[in-house]
């Protein structure tokens, strides 16, 4: 497993934008691939989710956020190989994730780099089921999955 190339899911950079907790995180990774310690990529159906999470809040501010990212030191990633295909849906299946992060997590799998996310409800399971390695942004909010665990 490479620790100098790392994928970028919706999440993680939602979080930066929006200065939530984590985005130090981010930052810090941003700088590395700055300084070309590491790289940084991101697939282009994880860059659409960025912005359309945004553009449902703000058309114009998701254009800026677009042209941001562009320009961070990031690579958009727009392979979307058989190989791919196929494990983003075994993904899919088995843990019922979302197709945005299916594909994210099939990269990293496949390239064996590591998924920056903050998406503990949704990849919590497969950190623990798969041989992908994860870097969180944020720790797990326990009371937040006790309450989920009740309902």
Not at 2 to 29: H, M, P, R, W, Y
Not at 35 to 47: D, Q, S, T
Not at 89 to 104: C, E, G
């Amino acid at each position: 497993m490479s620790d100098t190339e790392s994928i970028l899911d919706a999440c993680s950079l939602l979080a930066f934008f929006q200065n939530e907790s984590g985005a130090e995180k981010v930052e810090a990774l941003l700088k590395s691939a700055q300084g070309e310690e590491i790289r940084l990529y991101l697939h282009k159906i994880n860059f659409l989710e960025v912005y359309y999470k945004v553009m449902q809040k703000d058309a114009a501010k998701a254009k800026l956020v677009y042209e941001t990212i562009l320009r961070l030191p990031i690579i958009i990633q727009t392979d979307f190989t058989d190989e791919i295909f196929e494990e983003a849906a075994r993904l899919k299946v088995q843990y019922k994730v979302s197709l945005a992060d299916s594909i994210a997590l099939a990269v990293a799998s496949i390239n064996q780099w590591t998924l920056v996310t903050c998406d503990h409800n949704e990849l919590d399971r497969v950190d623990e089921s798969e041989n992908i390695k994860f870097e969180w942004i944020r720790p797990k909010n326990r009371g937040l999955i006790a309450k989920a665990d009740k309902k």
